[in-house]
């Protein structure tokens, strides 16, 4: 099993960055692939990033395309979300997850370990 802990959240005017971390639990960190997901007041919880296993590949919604970066650092056994040019509608609760898995799900159900999440609010 894997216990995971978001930190980083925050309130930041539009235009602004955020980084979000999201540290895991155990030795085996590097057999799960790890996705971002967020969910605003009212909507589904849905995709926001992916990053394989080693880190070598990385997959973004095209929401957040070119603006959010996702990486990992598999000896400290944190994965980050870098948020840039933020704006209102990034506002959400944002959820690291983790999956034992070659690749990448974008499908919230597929992941067996969530962490609590950590408000976003970003303002106009």
């Known amino acids: 099993q894997v216990q995971l802990v978001e930190s980083g959240g925050g309130l930041v005017q539009a235009g602004g960055s955020l980084r979000l971390s999201c540290a895991a639990s155990?030795?085996?960190?590097?057999?799960?692939?790890m996705g971002w997901f967020r969910q605003a007041p009212g909507k589904e919880r849905e995709f926001v990033a992916g990053?394989?296993?080693?880190?070598?590949?990385?997959y973004y919604s095209d929401s957040v395309k070119g603006r959010f970066t996702i990486s990992r650092d598999n000896a400290k056994n944190t994965v980050y979300l870098q948020m840039n040019s933020l704006k209102p509608e990034d506002t959400a609760v944002y959820y690291c997850?983790?999956?034992?898995?070659?690749?990448?799900?974008?499908?919230?159900?597929?992941?067996?370990?969530w962490g609590q999440g950590a408000q976003v609010t970003v303002s106009s």
């Open positions: 990053i394989t296993r080693s880190g070598g590949s990385t």
């Open positions: 155990g030795r085996t960190f590097s057999r799960y692939a």
């Open positions: 997850a983790a999956e034992d898995s070659a690749i990448i799900f974008v499908t919230a159900t597929r992941y067996d370990y």
